[in-house]
C-alpha cells in the first residue's frame, strides 16, 4: 500500500495544462457567474476567479498527460482517465477549486510554444477527444478508481494489491520499443551519496563506500524495485528514484567510469495504463473501452 501511495503521489503532483487560447468558455469573475449546468472547475488564480466547464477544461489537462500525436481511441481513453481523476477529487459536489487538484497550466502562448503551428490543429483533437467521451468516468464496483498511468511501463504493468484490486499486471511488451524505455543516468561517487542524504530521515552513506553500498533488496513481479539498501539505511524504491531524478523506480546501478551509472526501464511508476502499449493497441484497431478494460480490470465505464 505504502509503495503504491508513493506513486499516486507523484501523480498528483505530475503537472497539468491547462489554457483557454481556443476555448472562449471561461466566464464570470470572482464566482459570480462561469459555465453552467454539469460539473465545473473554479479557476482560482490570483485575485480573480473564473468558472470552466469540465469537458473544456479536460483538453488542456490532456496537453500534458499525452502526446497530442496518440491514436484517438487512445486520447479518448486518456480523456475518461483524466475525467475520473478529477470526478474523484470533486466527490459529492459538481464543482472543485484548481487549487484543490494541485494543477499547473499554461497559458495559450506557452501551448503555442509547445507546439508551434500545430497548436490549434493538436488542441482541438483533445478538446474532440474530451466531447466525445463526455461524462465517461471509470468505476470498481460502484466507487470512481484511482487511475493511475504512465507513459511506458517496463514491459509488465504493476500490480496494485489488495487495496486497488483493479490494478492488475497487464503484459505490454511492446513498451519495450519505446523512445526513452531504456535510459541511462551516470553520477559522481560524491554527487550520488549527496543525493541519497537529501532523502528525508536518510542513513549515513559515503562516497568511498559505493557502490559496494547499494543491494536491491526487493523487487516486484514487474521488476520495480521496491526496496534498496544504500549505507546503513533501506529506502522504497520510489524514494531512491526521486532523489536521483531518475523516470522509472525499475533501476539497477553499475560502477561506471569512476563514478556510478542508473539504468532504467519503463517511463513513469509502471501502475495501471501504459499510454505507449495503449496506443499500439489502439493502431491494431482497439476501442478505447477495450484499452481501458485491459490495464484496468473489472471495470465499469459509468455516466456522470
Known amino acids: 500500500m505504502r509503495k503504491l501511495a508513493a506513486a499516486l503521489l507523484f501523480v498528483l503532483l505530475f503537472p497539468y495544462i491547462v489554457t483557454m487560447a481556443w476555448t472562449g468558455t471561461v466566464e464570470g469573475q470572482n464566482g459570480t457567474a462561469g459555465a453552467l ?10 485575485e480573480t476567479s473564473a468558472y470552466m466547464d469540465l469537458e473544456e477544461y479536460l483538453a488542456g489537462v490532456l496537453a500534458v498527460q499525452i502526446p497530442a500525436d496518440y491514436g484517438e481511441e487512445t486520447l479518448k481513453a486518456q480523456a475518461i482517465i483524466a475525467r475520473t481523476y478529477i470526478c474523484s477529487r470533486m466527490g459529492e459536489e459538481n464543482e472543485i477549486p484548481e487549487s484543490a487538484l494541485d494543477l ?17 490543429e ?36 504493476r500490480s496494485g494489491g489488495e487495496g486497488y484490486p483493479y ?31 537529501s532523502i528525508p530521515g536518510a542513513g549515513e552513506v559515503t562516497a568511498e563506500e559505493l557502490p559496494g553500498a547499494i543491494q536491491i533488496l526487493e523487487t516486484d513481479g514487474a521488476g520495480y524495485v521496491r526496496r534498496v539498501q544504500i549505507g546503513t539505511k533501506a529506502y ?5 528514484q526521486y ?17 556510478l551509472r542508473a539504468m532504467t526501464k519503463g ?20 476501442t478505447a473501452e477495450e484499452l481501458l478494460g485491459y490495464f484496468y480490470k473489472n471495470i465499469v465505464l459509468t455516466s456522470v
Not at 517511463?267 to 482497439?286: D, L, M, P
Open 167 to 197: 490494478l492488475e499486471p497487464a503484459e505490454c511488451p511492446e513498451d519495450l520499443e519505446a523512445e526513452g524505455y531504456l535510459q541511462a543516468v551516470t553520477f559522481s561517487r560524491e554527487e550520488f551519496a549527496e543525493r541519497i542524504r
Open 37 to 46: 449546468g454539469g460539473r465545473r472547475v473554479l479557476l482560482d488564480r490570483g
Open 243 to 259: 532523489a536521483l531524478g531518475l523516470v522509472s523506480p525499475c533501476f539497477s546501478f553499475e560502477e561506471y567510469d569512476g563514478g
Open 104 to 120: 499547473d497550466y499554461l497559458e495559450g502562448k506557452q501551448l503555442a510554444r509547445l507546439w508551434g503551428e500545430s497548436a490549434a
Open 236 to 240: 522504497t524504491g520510489e524514494e531512491v
Open 122 to 157: 493538436n488542441y482541438q483533437k483533445l478538446k474532440a477527444a474530451a466531447e466525445a467521451t463526455r461524462g465517461l468516468v471509470i468505476t470498481w464496483e460502484g466507487e470512481l478508481i484511482e487511475p493511475l498511468f504512465c507513459r511506458a511501463s517496463a514491459g509488465k504493468t
Open 267 to 286: 517511463i513513469g511508476h509502471g501502475y495501471g495504463f501504459s499510454q505507449y502499449g495503449a496506443n499500439r493497441r489502439a493502431g491494431e484497431g482497439w
